[in-house]
């Protein structure tokens, strides 16, 4: 399989590479601090330094690096602004295959990273993957509501998964979204009137 980051396009947007500038946009506040777990959302700028460490050697290093590990990354772009990111890894039966998504604050609500997501989901089940798999912690209800819209089934709980910033243990929930619910989902059925 070809793990090549490639360029999709939908009627808003476009998914593609980014630059390390674009990260930083997307990147620009903690998104731990955002995901509303233990009724604790605040819009905390993040340490640049963590996201710029992850380019040492240049952009292209970074995608042969994310190439090798059989991962893709995606920027969202909405009119040439980076708006959100998808990051996916190989799982180890190598049919499925782990999600992730951001998007900044700015732009929530607006129905883009469903949007985003649809089109990877359909460009990944054309690879051959026969799951896709995504996790929120308990508390994220944007990330939950998402993955509904699109479809996602619970899979698994991972209890007491991370301490929260409040200290409290906080569940891992996993969703899971096979081709063939996927398909059944978005695939018209065409009703034929018979003659009697």
Not at 38 to 56: C, G, P, R, T, Y
Not at 78 to 83: E, Q, R, T, Y
Not at 89 to 101: Q, R, V, Y
Not at 124 to 136: E, P, Q, T, V, W
């Amino acid at each position: 399989m070809n793990y090549e980051t490639i360029e999709l396009k939908t009627k808003r947007l476009v998914i593609k590479k980014g630059e390390k500038e674009d990260f930083l946009k997307v990147y620009e506040y903690d998104f731990s601090a955002l995901q509303n777990v233990d009724d604790v959302f605040k819009l905390e700028k993040q340490d640049k330094n963590k996201i710029e460490s992850w380019f040492k050697g240049g952009i292209k290093k970074y995608y042969s690096k994310i190439k090798k590990a059989h991962m893709f990354d995606w920027i969202i772009y909405l009119n040439d602004k980076a708006i959100g990111n998808v990051l996916t890894e190989d799982e180890e039966d190598k049919k499925s295959i782990n999600l992730s998504f951001n998007i900044h604050p700015n732009y929530w609500g607006k129905g883009y990273m469903p949007e985003a997501l649809e089109m990877i989901i359909n460009y990944l089940y054309s690879l051959g993957y026969d799951n896709i798999i995504c996790s929120y912690l308990d508390g994220n209800t944007k990330a939950k509501r998402t993955l509904g819209k699109l479809g996602f089934k619970p899979y698994k709980i991972e209890k007491d998964f991370i301490k929260s910033s409040n200290g409290n243990l906080t569940d891992l929930y996993k969703t899971i979204l096979t081709k063939e619910d996927w398909f059944s989902r978005t695939t018209k059925i065409n009703v034929l009137k018979g003659s009697l």
